[in-house]
Structure formats: C-alpha cells, structure tokens
C-alpha cells in the first residue's frame, strides 16, 4: 500500500493429531481444534481474531465462531498464507486464522485423494489420476536426463526416514527406510513404487498470522514471511502436463514451473539459494523433490537426481528437505491442510521447536506447494528476522 | 509380459462441450480430428472456442494421419477406480504427427517393450455406453521396412 511500511509475521502454528483415519473426528471439529491450539500457540484467543482463510469451508468457519465481521481470504494453500500476510500489510486485518482440516473425505476406502479425480472429457476416460499425472512427468525427466528409479528412491527413503521420527507424524515410529524398501514396494504408476507416493490420511492444521506491532505481545517468536511467488499453467488435471508445455511469454516450461515464482520470491526477500538453511517441500511424489530441486535453482537442470545421490537433501546435507516426513510420513490431510503443513513445519524448523530432526541454527525456510502434474508451484520464504 | 488391452467395460466419462463434440464425433466415425487455426495455421487439441494463438475463433477442423511417438507414458498397476478392470494400462502422452499432444492409453504393446518416441498410430476403441476412445498402439513398419 502507498506509504505503507506495516509488516505481518506467522504468531502460532498448531497440527492436530494425525492418523489414517481419526475415528469419530470430523474436518469441523478438528479445524476449531487446530485453530484454538494455534491461537493458544501465540498467547491469543478468538477475540483478537478479525480475518479468517484456509479452505472452502472458512465462511461456515467463520460464522460458527462468530467472528464477524472479519476478512475472510478466497486463496488456496501457500497462496492461503501469503493472501493472509499481504491482507494484514495492506491494513485489512490484525489477525488472521489460517486453518484446514479433513476427516471422513476417505469414507469410500478409495486409494486416492477424493479431490484429485480428474472429470475433464479428454482425461477421465484414460485413467488418469494424480499418480499417473505426476509419473507423466518425472518419465519425461527421466528420457530426458537418465534419472533413475533409486535416486526417485532416495527421496522417498529420506523423506519417510525423517517422518519416522517425529513425533506426531502419522508413521512415526517405523523405523528407517531403505532405497530397497522403495523399490520392493508395489508399483502404483511406473516409474512410482507405493512408497513414492503420499499417503491418504486426516488431521488439521492452523497458523495465526499478524502484524508485527501486534506480534510483540505474543508468546512465540515470530517468524517473518520475507517472500512468496505463485506459478499456474492451468487447471490441474484437465491437460497432458507435458514437460515442455509453454505460454506465449516463453520463459519456465510446465516442468521447471515454480522458478518464475522462486525468484520472485528470493527477489522480495534479498536473498539467495546459499542463504536457505532448510527446504520444507511438497511431496506428493518422490520426483517432485527433484523436480523443484532443480526449478528452485539448488542444482542445474537435470542434475536433480545426483544432487540427491550426493545426500544434500539429508538433515545432515547441504539442503535439509522436508523434515518431518511429508506427505509420505507425517500426513496428507486434505487438500488444503497438507499445504499449509509445509509452513507450519518451516516455521518449527525457525523456531527451534522441531524436535529430534531440529536442523541446527535454521534462520531460512523455504516452503512450497503444488507440483508439476497439478499445472502449479506456489512458494514462500519464512525468516527469523527481517533482512 | 502380455501385450495391454483396451478397457472393455463402462468407463467414466464426461459429456462432450460444444468445443469438443466435433472430435468426439470423429472418433465415432474413426477420424482423429484437431483444430487448426485458418488465421494463424496454429494447431490445437484438445478443442477450444478461440485460437491459444491468435485468439482468432476462425477455427477449421483437419483429420490427422493418425500416427505420432511416445512423449511420455506411465504403466498403471493400481487404477483409481474400479473401472479401469484392464489392468496394468498404460496412459501416455503421444508426439501427434500433424503438430499436437494428446492423452490417450497405449495398446497392444508389452509395457517392457514401450520406449520414448516409438513410433505408434492411433485406433479407435468404442466404450460400452460411452464414447469412442483414441487409443495408440505400435504404429506398423512402413513399407520400406518390410520389403526383404
Ligand atoms: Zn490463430
């Protein structure tokens, strides 16, 4: 806004439990939970809330609370929060309640998440669904550029190692997993074996978003939103998402899309890749960890698959990926909620508070959402201080 | 392994948009139809009301040759739904000769024997009371290829 310098940080965070299925919890009652223990989180209650967002549902949400009248945001996942951060700076709200849920989407045992069953005439009728959307891609990487199944394996074996200790995750405690237990697993989608997949589960998730003068009287360390980007080439799961899809401005095809998005963001911020301490990733498949990797700018193209080999995405590697299991292990709940768990896990990595896989002196997160075979990569730059 | 069939039963589909029933109406006549723009000769598939061009809505329907190559392709082993009872099938992207993509399954190939720009062609599979599907399978050797 003209003249405006009002800046807006993420107060609280909260996950409610997560499971396969959470008997007898339904989407509402775990977003009024999610969304009490992050405000709880920030040391506020329901009456300092004047702005509400995360899914579909948010409106209902918002009358059941009676928080009326309030700012009520429209966006969809990491854009969620950064139409959160951007309302609060503009002068629209003081605190935002960023919160989704999901229980009893899974009702008819399907293996596959309700919301990604594509209906398009020219796509249902082949079979196609999210597995089989994303494979399309990493296929196309792997004629391109010899990536492998192992080193899609290594992802997968590195992600769902990290979920098997944090507490919380929906496998914790499964011990260690091996690129062999990868590739042992049943293929779903070739070149996906099962566990390079996400899995299918419930839960919820909130984070308070507020301004900065507000965020001083909170009671965690706020985490500033330095930068975010947003890349769309259509509605997902209507096209082939062919790697080489284009628009009429050329720059980033489909399969390095998030890189416009990603510069836009380390732009905003002032910073660079050097500057990203860990690498909070949406991973829905194991080659989308590649995939982004590369559209990111941590490796050149097609060197995605041996920068994994080399162990940079280890808690130990140069670039810590996904630190809480994701998709594969911590949870996959609902389409909106396993979006914002990407920031709400970046935003513990900030403050200290993530536990066993804590990646030491973390001060750079870099969050995203979205993937190649769904036509979108949304990104955000979390900080623990203003640069 | 065995060569992938066609599905055989009812699968989901969707109706045709007032864009797209000329193609559909193709296939049921075992033509392979795509748009071609008669302002900027660009070539579109899936159909649409005005050029992704040029924007003209001037827009003319050709019929392909019906071959192409593999873009890209996955091997299903666990389908979505129920539906799809041929399994594996393999869903792929295919290289149109004429200058477009489109999605389609690939049929009578063994999966361990599909690889990146093997030539294919298409064939029209009717679908128990839906539309008729363009499938691709190996496209057969030309004529110079099998002379002795
Ligand atoms: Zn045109």
């Known amino acids: 806004m003209p003249g405006s310098s009002r800046r807006a940080a993420i107060v609280g965070v909260a996950n409610t ?262 690498l909070e990733l949406y991973d829905p498949f194991s080659f989308e960890v590649i995939r982004q990797l590369e559209a990111f700018g941590f490796c050149g193209p097609g060197e995605g698959g041996p920068y994994v080999d080399d162990g940079h995405i280890g808690l130990t590697g140069r670039t810590p990926v996904t630190t809480d299991g994701g998709t594969m292990a911590f949870s996959h709940a609902g389409a909106a909620p396993q979006m914002f768990q990407r920031v709400v896990r970046g935003v513990q990595q900030l403050r200290g508070d993530a536990g066993p896989n804590q990646v030491p002196d973390a001060r750079v997160a870099l969050c995203s959402g979205g993937g190649a075979g769904a036509l979108f990569t949304t990104v955000v730059l979390l900080g623990t201080e203003v640069p | 392994m065995t060569r992938l069939q066609p599905q055989s039963g009812p699968l989901p589909h969707a109706e045709p948009t007032g864009a797209s029933a000329p193609f559909w109406a193709g296939c049921a006549s075992g033509e392979l139809r795509y748009q071609r723009c008669r302002a900027c000769a660009a070539v579109t598939s899936p159909p649409v009301e005005t050029c992704r061009e040029c924007l003209s809505a001037d827009l003319a329907w050709e019929v392909s040759a019906g071959t192409g190559t593999v873009y890209s392709w996955t091997v299903v082993h666990r389908p979505a739904t129920a539906a799809f009872a041929a399994v594996p099938y393999a869903p792929a992207i295919v290289d149109v000769a004429e200058g477009f993509q489109l999605l389609t399954n690939l049929v009578d190939v063994a999966p361990e024997d599909i690889t990146a720009g093997m030539p294919v062609a298409v064939r029209f599979v009717a679908t128990a009371d839906g539309p008729t599907l363009p499938y691709f399978a190996p496209a057969p050797a030309s004529p110079e290829e099998t002379l002795p």
Not at chain 1, 44 to 65: E, K, N, P, R
Not at chain 1, 132 to 140: G, I, K, Q, Y
Not at chain 1, 201 to 229: F, K, M, N, Q, W
Not at chain 1, 269 to 278: E, S
């Open chain 1, 17 to 278: 439990a997560q499971a396969r299925r959470l008997e007898g919890a339904t989407s509402r009652g775990l977003a009024v939970g999610a969304a009490l223990a992050a405000l709880d989180d920030a040391g506020l209650t329901l009456d300092d809330v004047d702005g509400i967002s995360g899914d579909a549902t948010a409106a209902a949400l918002l009358y059941d609370l009676r928080l009326g009248p309030a700012w009520l945001g429209r966006q969809f996942g990491i854009q969620a929060v950064t139409e959160a951060v951007h309302a609060v700076e503009a002068g629209e709200a003081d605190v935002v309640l960023v919160v989704a849920a999901e229980a009893g989407a899974y009702t008819d045992r399907s293996a596959t998440a309700p919301w990604t069953r594509p209906e398009n005439e020219f796509v249902v009728p082949f079979g196609l669904f999210t597995a089989a959307e994303f494979a399309l891609v990493a296929r196309r990487h792997m004629i391109t550029y010899g990536t492998t199944p192992e080193q899609l394996a290594r992802v997968a074996a590195t992600i769902r190692t990290n979920g098997s200790t944090t507490p919380g995750a929906v496998y914790a405690g499964r011990g260690p997993v091996t690129v062999e237990d990868v590739l042992a697993s049943r293929m779903v989608a070739d070149p996906f074996h099962l566990l390079d997949c996400s899995m299918t589960s419930e839960g919820g998730c909130a984070l308070v978003i507020a301004a900065t003068d507000r965020a001083a009287d909170t009671a965690s360390t706020p985490v500033h939103v330095l930068g975010s980007g947003s890349d769309h080439a259509g509605p997902a799961y209507r096209h082939p998402p062919a790697w080489d899809l284009a628009g009429r401005r050329g720059g980033p095809v489909l399969g390095r899309i998030g890189e416009r998005a990603v510069g836009r963001a380390f732009a905003q911020a002032g910073l660079d890749r050097a500057d990203v301490d860990v």
